[in-house]
């Protein structure tokens, strides 16, 4: 049987970029995110999410795909 790819899957690098992030400042997203209760999802839409969810179109949150939580 054939693994469904999800078309709307970013990498956690990706999208941190995306939400203007880069790695000299993934410590201060952490903390913003974990604060804030909310974190990009690693998702082509943009979608935001709470730091241990998923998006609708079922990409996990960054915090999840970085292993933070």
Not at 32 to 59: N, R
Request: aromatic share 8%.
């Amino acid at each position: 049987m054939k693994t469904k790819v999800n078309p709307y899957l970013i990498t956690a690098a990706e999208a941190l970029k995306f939400a203007g992030f880069t790695p000299a400042n993934l410590e201060q997203f952490i903390r913003d995110s974990l604060w804030e209760g909310t974190s990009p999802a690693c998702c082509l839409e943009g979608c935001i999410v709470e730091p241990d969810g998923s998006c609708p179109h079922g990409c996990p949150s960054i915090l999840i795909a970085l292993e933070v939580i």
